[in-house]
């Protein structure tokens, strides 16, 4: 096993020192071994926050060999080594600061692997614009977590083969899930049950509601109403709790 160990599942952070450590080798003129370098900057910006913070320019040095080549651009010759760690460095921290600032909550990073687990584009973009949302565009944030939901619960459908209308509100794509994943309150006999899974119901019920009042999708009279993100990260933590329990139960087979 080497000095980083990529084979297990590295969280975040521990994927951003990882990187930041192989960019420090690189800088040096060392040698990172091409799997494990790309096996880290894939973890990397598999987190909202890095792909939220990072520069865009690092997503495209995915192999040790375009990292070396934007370093080198940085500077060579005599001291060239202090100068590309460096840049390294400027790429690197601001993601690592974020992370350790827990700019990202933990729920955020669950939500995300699931809906690569469930490899659905539509629900990873989703995810991604909700979160990116959530602070500066509060009623954006707010209809892409009504999207997140509608997209994780037609993908579950599609997955298990079960026809719905395109058009379908969420209380009835809620409804086709739920049947298919065993959901339904009234098929649980014990209370605490039935209440988890009647507070289900009426999370999703009320964010399709939110959404018509408060998200950007429809146009407004004269009455604007206009969230705050405190209201948008409600929204979108809920959400992403529900489409990750969802997600979860569909991966379990099932079992409500």
Same mark, same amino acid.
């Given at each position: ?41 894939? @973890? ?14 690092? $997503? #495209?040095? %995915?192999? +040790? !060999? ?50 690569? @687990?469930?490899?659905a584009e539509s629900v990873s973009e989703a995810w991604s614009r909700a979160?990116? $949302? #959530?602070? %500066?565009? +509060? !009623? ?94 409600l929204a979108v933590n809920l959400a992403g709790s529900m489409a990750l329990f969802l997600l979860e139960t569909h991966e379990a087979g099932?079992?409500?």
């Open positions: 096993m080497s000095a980083i160990d990529v084979q297990g599942d590295l969280g975040a952070a521990d994927a951003c020192e990882a990187l930041l450590a192989f960019a420090i080798t690189i800088a040096e003129g060392g040698d990172v071994p091409k799997s494990e370098y790309r096996a880290v900057h894939k @973890r990397f910006f598999e987190s909202p926050t890095a792909r939220r913070v990072a520069d865009k320019a690092l $997503r #495209r040095y %995915s192999t +040790p !060999d375009l990292l070396w080549g934007y370093l080198r651009s940085v500077a060579t010759g005599s001291g060239s080594w202090a100068l590309r760690r460096n840049a390294a460095h400027e790429l690197i921290d601001p993601v690592l600061e974020a992370l350790h600032d827990q700019t990202e909550m933990p729920a955020d990073e669950l939500v995300t692997l699931a809906a690569i @687990r469930l490899n979160l990116e $949302r #959530r602070d %500066s565009h +509060p !009623d954006g944030a707010i209809t892409t977590a009504r999207t997140l939901l509608e997209s994780t619960m037609k993908t579950i459908l599609d997955d298990r083969e079960v026809p719905y209308k395109s058009d379908a509100d969420l209380p009835a794509l809620y409804k086709a899930v739920g049947k298919e994943l065993n959901l339904s309150a009234g098929a649980h006999t014990e209370e605490m049950f039935k209440q988890i899974l009647g507070g289900c119901n009426s999370v999703v019920v009320g964010l399709g509601s939110l959404r018509n009042k408060a998200g950007d999708a429809h146009g407004a009279g004269r009455k604007l109403y206009r969230p705050a993100p405190r209201h948008a990260t099932g079992t409500g």
